[in-house]
């Protein structure tokens, strides 16, 4: 089984923060703008009209492939690996909110793949010197059904993580969820996942 927990890099400092104040060059024909995301600026037609134009970012990016679909905050970036057969999505941004999404082959119990994952983290953290409170059953719901979990509560060097890992056994695929954040970001980290577990497929 493969397990990526070199990427569960925590403790993490700081806090969600706004990317510092960005330049990009628009170009307009033979015109040159240099704007900011969110900072309205004065376009200026060929035919001399001035429009105020304002550069957002979108509020969630799309991803649809290897047997899964979900949407998610344009705030976390996400990264692709493939190895022995198995896909391994990771969703990260510049706050504690951290999402693992691995993708086994339809033949693969998906029940039996978290309870190595949630096995794998208790050692990880464990063997880091954190406290792991005894797991509990929890249900959330994702993509419009009810699923079973587990959550973890870990405390390392003063900071308390939050762990909930889910089993998805659907027709393309077994996939496994890992939902981890810092308990005091915890209104961050229902916005970021809210968004991923009601469009799951």
Do not use: C
Not at 48 to 53: Q, Y
Not at 146 to 170: F, H
Not at 176 to 201: C, I, K, M, P, W
Request: charged letters at 20%; zero cysteines.
């Amino acid at each position: 089984m493969l397990l990526m927990l070199g990427l569960l890099n925590w403790p993490r400092s700081g806090s969600a923060q706004e990317a510092s104040a960005e330049t990009f060059v628009l170009q307009v024909g033979r015109q040159v703008y240099r704007v900011q995301p969110g900072v309205p600026f004065v376009l200026t037609t060929p035919g001399g009209e001035r429009l105020e134009v304002v550069l957002r970012r979108p509020e969630g990016q799309h991803y649809e492939g290897d047997g899964v679909a979900f949407d998610y905050p344009a705030e976390l970036q996400l990264q692709r690996e493939a190895a022995d057969g198995v896909i391994t999505l990771t969703l990260e941004g510049t706050a504690s909110p951290f999402v693992l999404v691995q993708i086994y082959p339809p033949e693969a119990d998906a029940a039996t793949m978290q309870r190595e994952l949630v096995d794998a983290l208790q050692h990880e953290y464990t063997q880091r010197g954190a406290m792991v409170s005894g797991e509990a059953d929890i249900r959330q719901a994702i993509g419009g059904q009810e699923q079973d979990g587990k959550r973890l509560s870990v405390q390392l060097g003063g900071q308390m993580l939050v762990l909930e890992v889910y089993a998805l056994q659907k027709e393309e695929a077994a996939v496994v969820l890992l939902l981890q954040h810092d308990a005091e970001e915890a209104s961050l980290a229902r916005r970021y996942f809210g968004q991923l577990l009601q469009t799951l497929r």
